[in-house]
């Protein structure tokens, strides 16, 4: 086969470079590992900052986002003995975050890239990239024992951290930054109405939780708990318990629990690669980047890697400019950082670390209460929160 842009991942970023390319009339090949079926049975994100809803309104798979999305205009911030203060996005930037599932996101873009006749091939193996340091690179991989090879002009590499995409560049081209948290964050997913219109991020002297949501009768509520940690640990029960101990009583009284229809626990870890670009292979999202998820910068950071190559792409193709695809590994990383300090500075902010000492308690507070008093200091957190520009 040949084509022109050859998409390694089938998750949201690969779809939605593939769709937006498509709707510029440059071709493209998504190879995906896993079943459509499991793709859409992770549950990730659900907060998308202005710039990604803008490029699925761009990609034209916004329609069902648009009417079934929760505008937020702001969080809740709670902390010591039932104190807690919102934070306005809206009224301190103008802006708003859209809260609609990734699993949603990454379905409107299955459904339009076979609406659209793109190419998606599912349950690929032993895929290998070939040459992406030369002007001809190839993929090749295999499906049910039959190989294939795909002739392209460009590469991207969308396929996590796991993926082959980063391994394929050479370890003396690429340096590695990294730092790994001592806990985790379990994950409780129910058929159950939200505690509040807005989220609440909550830290206690029990450690950190967040009440989040999907829709009105979709919830999704997190606690920090050891790395040691399992699922067979926690019991439905238990974990409802421990959510009502850290957040404020007002919560508390009025949550609704239920059985849990998804429960998994999630290591942190703050992770960069860099360069993002090798010879015309290109990483994207996880595949070259990893935040704890306090920020809420995930799929959001994923997003923004796919705005610049996009760009680049188009530039190339249609007049015949290397300016965007030779500065993209720049550009992302320039932003990639800022994400990634304003990820670390809320873990810092809002978890309990086994080593804090009673000094760094003292500070933690002191940083919370300077944030609840400081409009400028609530202004810089909601530009990070609703996301940096482009």
């Known amino acids: 086969m040949k084509t022109q842009v050859a998409i390694i991942g089938g998750g949201p970023s690969g779809l939605l470079l593939s769709q937006l390319l498509h709707k510029k009339g440059i071709d493209t090949i998504v190879l995906e ?3 459509r079926e499991y793709v859409l049975g992770r549950i990730r994100a659900g ?30 911030i709670s902390y010591g003995d039932n104190e807690q203060f919102g934070i306005n996005f809206n009224e301190l930037t103008g802006k708003s975050v859209v809260v609609y599932g990734q699993t949603e996101v990454t379905r409107d873009l299955y459904d339009a890239r076979e609406e659209m006749g793109g190419t998606v091939v599912f349950n690929v193996e032993d895929t290998t990239i070939h040459d ?11 499906v049910g024992g039959e190989q294939f090879r795909i002739d392209c002009e460009f590469i991207a590499g969308c396929d996590g951290f796991h993926g082959v995409s980063r391994q394929t560049i050479p370890a003396e081209v690429r340096k590695e930054y990294e730092k790994l948290y001592p806990f985790g964050w379990l994950g409780v997913l129910s058929e159950t109405p939200p505690v509040d219109d807005e989220l609440i991020y909550a830290s206690s002297e029990r450690g950190f939780a967040l009440c989040s949501m999907r829709n009105e009768n979709l919830s999704r509520y997190y606690i920090q708990c050891p790395i040691t940690d399992s699922i067979a640990d926690w019991s439905d029960e238990a974990f409802w318990e421990e959510l009502k ?9 009025r949550l609704v629990t239920g059985p849990s229809i998804e429960k998994s626990i999630a290591p942190l870890r703050s992770f960069v690669t860099e360069p993002m670009r090798w010879g015309r292979l290109f990483l994207c999202g996880d595949a070259a980047h990893i935040v704890p998820p306090t920020g809420a910068k995930g799929l ?13 792409l188009l530039q190339y193709f ?11 590994s720049a550009k992302a990383l320039s932003r990639i950082w800022k994400a990634e300090r304003f990820s670390w500075w809320m873990t810092n902010l809002l ?11 003292k500070m933690q507070q002191a940083e919370i209460e300077f944030l609840r008093s400081n409009r400028e200091a609530q202004c810089v957190m909601a530009q990070n929160y609703v996301g940096l520009p482009y």
Do not use: C
């Open 300 to 312: 959001n950071t994923a997003a923004s890697d796919i705005h610049y190559l996009y760009h680049g």
């Open 132 to 142: 992406a340091d030369s002007e001809n690179p190839h993929v090749s991989y295999s």
């Open 245 to 253: 101990r850290r957040i404020p009583a007002t919560a508390a009284d």
């Open 351 to 361: 978890h309990r670390f086994p080593d804090q000492s009673d000094f760094d308690l």
């Open 47 to 76: 907060i998308l900052e202005v710039g990604f809803v803008n490029l699925m309104r761009e990609a034209g798979v916004s329609a069902r986002m648009d009417r079934e999305s929760f505008v937020h205009d702001g969080t809740i």
């Open 33 to 35: 590992r896993k079943t």
């Open 318 to 328: 249609h007049d015949g400019e290397s300016a965007g695809i030779d500065t993209y």
